[in-house]
């Protein structure tokens, strides 16, 4: 019964769940304390959902980001218009993740050592498109950053599956690799 409750525990964690009170500071600290707390571990406390309201806000968002990323397509020719809603759909894309796991590991996983510059280089590409698009507003500027953008988040992305990137990286490199 003690295993069974250990896996609860382990799966409420993974998906950013408050735990018992009792249990929350051996599960969270190996060192037995519980003092020292965080404004991400303050936010996580004090947002606290149901599973299902997890799940609509995760749906919501995800479904707002990827219908401003696919009607950005409809402004292409329109850069700036492009810019704005590609990037704030791909702003609520990943702004759904943090319904599912919580926004302290969402913020944890980003900062990850393996993908701390992917996640560094797709957010500066995020700024960097709107500022194009909303201080510049030079339509090809903004469409240099959302190209610059898009790549990033296919690298951020990829970040994510295993050995994803390595393979990519040789793929490239061998279609790339040619002698005159």
């Known amino acids: 019964m003690d295993r069974i409750s250990q896996v609860y525990e382990k799966a409420k964690i993974m998906v950013g769940m408050e735990l018992d009170e009792e249990s929350s500071s051996s ?8 003092a ?23 749906a919501i968002c995800l479904v707002s980001g990827i219908t401003c990323t696919l ?32 926004p302290k590991r969402q913020f944890n996983m980003m900062l990850d ?22 201080y510049v507003r030079n339509k090809l500027l903004t469409l240099l950053s959302v190209i610059l953008e898009f790549g990033a988040l296919i690298w951020y992305s990829l970040s994510y599956i295993p050995f994803a990137r390595s393979m990519v990286s040789k793929v490239m490199v061998s279609c790339f690799d040619t002698e005159f």
Not at 115 to 127: G, L, P, Q
């Open 71 to 102: 009607l950005s397509m409809l402004v292409f020719f329109h850069p700036i218009k492009f810019g704005i809603t590609f990037t704030f759909g791909n702003l609520m894309a990943l702004g759904s993740t943090a319904f599912l796991i919580g």
């Open 113 to 134: 050592p393996v993908r701390i510059y992917a996640t560094a280089i797709y957010i500066a590409s995020m700024i960097i498109a709107l500022f194009c698009a909303l």
């Open 36 to 58: 020292s707390s965080s404004f991400l571990d303050d936010f996580n406390r004090q947002c606290t959902l149901t599973t299902q309201q997890r799940l609509y806000g995760f």
């Open 27 to 34: 599960a969270l600290d190996p060192n037995g304390g519980g």
